[in-house]
């Protein structure tokens, strides 16, 4: 198992993460609680946003042992390891378990690479047949709040419905326009990406896409409901 990076889209990640954490501070309480993260990757971006803020705390999670080796040695060197703590491991199995102080906030930047398979240059990053596998299991995970990264030839339109159909509003994003990769750019990935945009679900331009980190809430005290201008954003009709 490899390690993924892509330094634009890192600190996209890494930025749109402490923007919305510092906007609604009060609201997510993570002062208090903490946050927890399904993939640590490399760190270096989360670890950024943990010296940045002070008061807050992450617990990642992450089944690759070489990303966890260098996310280990990225939050050493920015000297946040007594608060930013990371374990291998399944999310799933591992965040809540037992004994463990209930937290309403999980972060993600998920695999979200579409294909019709595991089958792909990097199999680490396939996100399903869609694409949206892991931000819809993290959905139904039950956390109060979710900041999880949404692009937009991952099926946003599938996303945006499923979360709304278990409660969430979105209450506020951050979108930028990236370049295809060498993952998303794999002969066999291009093409599956064009078909679900061809079927209205998604969109891309010839070697462009967008990615929104988008604040998922079933929080009756945070305000907004974005939905639509999400999927504006992201070049989808809402």
């Not at 198992?1 to 890192?10: L, N, P, T, V």
């Not at 299991?137 to 039950?142: E, H, I, P, S, Y």
């Not at 990264?149 to 499923?162: C, I, K, L, R």
């Not at 305000?223 to 999927?231: M, N, V």
């Amino acid at each position: 198992m490899s390690c993924f990076s892509s330094a634009d889209e890192s600190a996209h990640y890494g930025f749109s993460v402490c923007m919305l954490l510092e906007q609604y501070r009060r609201q997510l309480r993570w002062e208090s609680e903490g946050v927890v993260e399904l993939g640590t990757g490399d760190a270096s971006a989360i670890a950024d946003v943990v010296r940045a803020l002070p008061g807050l705390r992450v617990a990642g999670y992450d089944i690759s042992a070489p990303s966890l080796a260098r996310a280990r040695q990225n939050i050493a060197a920015r000297g946040v390891a007594d608060r930013y703590t990371v374990e291998l491991g399944d999310f799933f199995d591992r965040a809540d378990s037992a004994g463990a102080p209930p937290v309403s906030t999980v972060i993600s930047n998920p695999p979200y690479i579409p294909a019709p398979d595991r089958d792909i240059r990097m199999p680490e990053l396939w996100g399903g047949v869609h694409g949206n596998d892991l931000v819809l299991r993290l959905l139904k995970a039950g956390y109060l709040n979710a900041i999880v990264a949404v692009a937009s030839y991952a099926d946003p339109v599938g996303t945006v419905a499923t979360a709304g159909d278990l409660g969430y509003r979105v209450a506020n994003f951050l979108a930028m326009g990236l370049d295809y990769g060498p993952y998303s750019g794999e002969p066999k990935v291009r093409e599956h990406i064009r078909r679900i945009c061809a079927e209205g679900r998604g969109w891309t331009g010839e070697d462009e896409y967008m990615v929104a980190v988008a604040l998922f809430t079933q929080d009756p005290d945070i305000p907004g409901d974005r939905a639509p201008q999400l999927l504006r954003a992201l070049q989808v009709p809402a």
